[in-house]
């Protein structure tokens, strides 16, 4: 498969401290990645250079078939270009049904133009009922999303950014705050979303990581310890010592 991002050789300091530390990795078209590591690892760090929120002090990062340099882009410029990303806190309007916060995001994918003389017509509709199924919220398309479960505005939030079509979906620890059963239907709705674009999910919750049944990067001091299978990256010496805190 080939490559869809490539960091390599970043790092950066915050007052002297090397949050990320000559990091590299690379992810795949439609792959499914879980990168998981202790507090403090860099992990939403690196998720902050990838969308432009935060400029390294060293390295490359490159997207997409031409290999295009997301250094050089702003923030809007990265996520126009299909990165898009989940931040832990749901950002749903709350007084707008679940059809309408999606419609909304649709709306946003067509570009700033186009929202003032959008009317959605029945392919939008259909877009809408697709993406509802997609995040297990059919049944709830004309409910509040204020009235919506923690899980479920979690899901909703997903749908949005799939409305956009991204290329890239990156994910900040999904499962936090939701059940079991919960994180379950999460593991489902990112496995499937990985069909068609690279996902990158950052998570905690072992169990939700061995669902997901992807190839594990652990992060550790800003740069990567081990990569592999989650039963690979779980019996490995250096990732066990960091986690007993040895
Ligand atoms: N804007 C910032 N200014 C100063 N220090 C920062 C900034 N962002 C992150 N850090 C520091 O960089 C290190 C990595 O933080 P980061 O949030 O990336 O870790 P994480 O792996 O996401 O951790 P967690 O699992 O707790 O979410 C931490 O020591 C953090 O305090
Ligand atoms: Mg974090």
């Known amino acids: ?32 990645r879980a990168v998981i590591g ?23 990062v490159t997207y997409g078939d031409k290999g295009a340099s997301l250094l050089s882009m702003s923030e809007s410029r990265i996520a126009q270009a299909g990165v898009g990303r989940k931040f832990q806190r749901p950002t749903v309007f709350e007084d707008q049904s679940v059809a309408d916060n999606l419609m909304m995001a649709l709306k946003k994918a067509r570009g700033p133009f186009s929202v003032l003389a959008f009317r959605p017509d029945e392919e939008d509709h259909a877009k809408i009922a697709k993406l509802a199924e997609e995040i297990g919220l059919s049944g709830a398309l004309h409910r509040k999303s204020g009235e919506l479960s923690h899980g479920q505005k979690q899901w909703l939030e997903i749908g949005m950014l799939l409305a956009q079509e991204p290329r890239l979906l990156l994910v900040d620890e999904p499962a936090a705050g939701m059940t079991p059963t919960e994180r379950e239907h999460t593991t489902d709705i990112l496995r499937e979303a990985a069909r068609t674009r690279a996902v990158v999910v950052v998570e905690h919750d072992m169990e939700f990581v061995r669902r997901l049944n992807c190839k594990v990067t652990v992060l550790h001091e800003g740069s990567v310890l081990a990569e592999g299978s989650i039963d690979y990256v779980t019996k490995n010496e250096k990732v066990i010592d960091v986690y007993l805190g040895r």
């Open 38 to 60: 202790p507090n403090g690892a860099g992990k939403t760090t690196f998720m902050d250079i990838i969308t432009g929120k935060t400029r390294p002090d060293e390295g490359r």
């Open 1 to 32: 498969m080939s490559t869809l991002l490539e960091v390599s050789g970043v790092s950066v300091s915050f007052d002297g401290f090397k949050a990320i530390n000559n990091l590299s990795f690379q992810i795949a078209e439609r792959e499914l």
